[in-house]
């Protein structure tokens, strides 16, 4: 459904914030909603007047945006000096994490690492063993609760040998039911190098989706050095311009061509990607035009290629998530919550609370979509 009026009938977009929040991201709010978004203005004490608040209940949705940071994991990294990267409980402890779950309304996460994952700064044999690590780690925890995790494989990216290897060793096993993936190391585009297409192959055959996400750290902001100081938005701007360039570096380099069948999940609503892919196209279009020796040989027009990803719908405006869907269509959206110490998304199913959505794209978005993707 791609009607750039789906939403017409939308209301109940309050003067507070697209998605229930924590402390730590009140300055993501919404201050004020434009009448042709809304065709009502709850007062202050709309949540709170509403039945089913936070989708609080029997739990829904599925999360493909969810990280963690198991014990065994923790102390590989211990033995190799180098700190927890998320040391909060919900990173950890599994009964913590299902009883956030139940609160919440999430019914399974996907697990994954978070943008501290190690594969830059390891040998290539040491991801390889802390790829090994996570992923019996996640494999063990399906096992125990088989209805509430699922697997992302993580893979020692540096190394596209080790990494099919470590994919071939945990591939068909209980839980396995999708690839996490950064989408950059050190700004260097390793996803569109030759030697990586291998890896791109394997996966493919094996109908795995492709949970993208970005480093941490300096070496990957696009400020440089000056990223460390009081400007630094990392996640917040450079993890945005990182989805953009490698989702139109994965189209115009044909590798999306090449791999017709690869399924792909871009995180924070695609970044800046779906706002800017009407640039690209542009740049594409001017290049490619009457006269020139094309630059780019794309097998369809550009604007086809956006729906070629899945994007979880953590974009916090909800004129952003209306711009999205209109874009790409429901059934491209996923629930992704960056579960991070509870600080995000509290409430997943919230998000969609606030529109009128048809119970069916509802349910398409909070698990329907997911559950095409990762085969359950």
Request: contains cysteine.
């Amino acid at each position: 459904m791609k009607d750039p009026d789906m939403f017409a009938q939308a209301s109940a977009i309050g003067r507070r914030d697209f998605m229930k929040i924590g402390a730590g991201g009140a300055g993501a709010m919404l201050t004020a909603v434009p009448a042709t978004l809304a065709a009502e203005q709850p007062g202050e004490g709309w949540w709170d007047a509403h039945p089913g608040k936070g989708g609080v209940g029997k739990p829904a949705s599925i999360d493909c945006h969810a990280h963690w940071s198991p014990a065994p994991y923790n102390k590989a990294l211990a033995d190799l000096g180098r700190p927890l990267a998320n040391p909060y409980p919900l990173d950890n402890d599994l009964a913590k994490r299902i009883e956030w779950m139940d609160e919440h309304g999430a019914q399974m996460h996907c697990l994954t690492l978070s943008g501290a994952m190690p594969w830059q700064w390891t040998t290539p044999e040491q991801g390889a063993r802390l790829a090994q690590i996570v992923n019996d780690a996640g494999i063990e925890a399906h096992i125990a609760h088989p209805d509430r995790f699922l697997v992302g494989v993580e893979m020692p990216v540096r190394d596209p040998k080790l990494a099919i290897a470590e994919l071939n060793r945990v591939a068909g096993k209980p839980g396995v039911r999708a690839v996490h993936l950064p989408d950059a190391m050190a700004r260097h585009d390793y996803l569109v190098d030759p030697e990586f297409a291998d890896v791109f192959a394997r996966i493919e055959e094996l109908g795995y989706p492709i949970l993208f996400h970005q480093m941490d750290g300096v070496e990957n902001a696009y400020g440089g050095e000056l990223a460390a100081g009081p400007n630094y938005l990392n996640s917040g701007l450079d993890a945005a311009i990182e989805h953009a360039i490698i989702a139109s570096k994965l189209i115009t380099s044909g590798t999306l061509d090449k791999f017709p069948k690869l399924e792909m999940v871009l995180p924070h609503g695609g970044g800046a990607f779906p706002y800017l892919a009407g640039r690209v196209d542009h740049f594409i279009n001017h290049f490619n035009g009457p006269g020139s020796k094309p630059m780019f040989n794309l097998k369809m027009p550009f604007k086809d290629y956006l729906r070629r990803f899945h994007y979880d719908y953590l974009i916090y405006y909800p004129e952003a998530f209306r711009f999205l869907v209109s874009l790409v269509g429901l059934d491209r959206i996923v629930v992704g919550t960056d579960l991070f110490a509870a600080k995000d998304v509290q409430y997943p199913n919230n998000v969609l609370d606030q529109f009128n959505l048809p119970a069916a794209d509802r349910e398409r978005i909070l698990k329907g979509n997911a559950s095409r993707l990762l085969h359950l």
